[in-house]
């Protein structure tokens, strides 16, 4: 099955600084990678996704970039607002026995600094 | 509904007894996940359905956790003769299509507490 890593655990950055969140997968067939955002006391919530078939996708200050080739994936949250804290989780296709499930990363606590 | 919905919210039990954990997906959708989520851990999955066809239950941690969704809608999370390290906040979420074509919509969980 998919196994995916989540670095760092916890980034804090002063508001108005960028943010990077870089997470790696094992399953080379894995073909989209979505990013949640999960605020304290509330469900994960999809800020972003990408598919195998691009490099970069943009929204805003969100920004994700893949690299197949490497099997690594990165959120990029451009002048960062308090709004902005919360708890990361990027994810790839193939948890259980099926490719529809999602495995999880661990997460990253991300904590912006006034 | 607006959203995915999930009861109770919260759930205490004792250990030995069963539990039903409810999700009302939004309408319309047709694949319904359920997650388990440690603290500070990231959702790990447990099961999933296609309208009322569970396609896979391998994550599933033993045979005291079952689910259905018997009219392609509402789904079931039983756990039987619950024990301790049941105890975790449980999330259900749906999606129009399957998710190697979209995101998830997750609802807001049942946080279970086996004492």
């Known amino acids: 099955g998919e196994n995916v890593e989540q670095h760092p655990s916890t980034l804090s950055v002063q508001e108005g600084d960028s943010a990077v969140i870089k997470c790696t997968y094992s399953?080379?067939?894995?073909?989209?990678f979505p990013w949640y955002k999960q605020e304290l006391g509330k469900g994960p919530q999809l800020i972003i996704d990408?598919?195998?078939?691009?490099g970069e996708k943009k929204d805003q200050r969100i920004a994700v970039t893949l690299n197949k080739t490497a099997k690594h994936f990165s959120l990029h949250i451009t002048e960062t607002q308090p709004e902005d804290s919360a708890v990361y989780f990027c994810?790839?296709?193939?948890?259980?026995?099926?490719?529809?499930?999602?495995?999880f990363g661990k997460g990253t606590h991300l904590i912006i600094q006034p | 509904g607006a959203g995915v919905s999930q009861s109770p919210r919260y759930k205490v039990t004792k250990r030995g007894q069963d539990v039903a954990l409810r999700c009302d997906p939004i309408?319309?959708?047709?694949?319904l996940y359920w997650y388990r989520q440690a603290l500070g851990q990231g959702p790990e999955f447990l099961t999933y359905?296609?309208?009322?066809?569970?396609?896979?239950k391998s994550g599933l941690p033993n045979d005291r956790f079952s689910a259905e969704r018997p009219e392609g809608s509402i789904s079931t999370l039983t756990i039987q003769r619950t024990e301790q390290r049941d105890s975790a906040m449980y999330r259900c979420?749906?999606?129009?299509?399957?998710?190697?074509?979209?995101?998830?919509?997750f609802g807001s969980g049942t946080r279970l507490t086996v004492v």
């Open positions: 359905f296609n309208y009322e066809a569970q396609q896979d």
């Open positions: 399953d080379s067939a894995s073909n989209y």
């Open positions: 979420a749906s999606s129009a299509r399957t998710a190697a074509q979209g995101g998830y919509t």
């Open positions: 990408i598919r195998s078939n691009v």
């Open positions: 309408s319309g959708h047709v694949s």
């Open positions: 994810a790839a296709p193939g948890a259980g026995g099926g490719a529809d499930g999602l495995t």
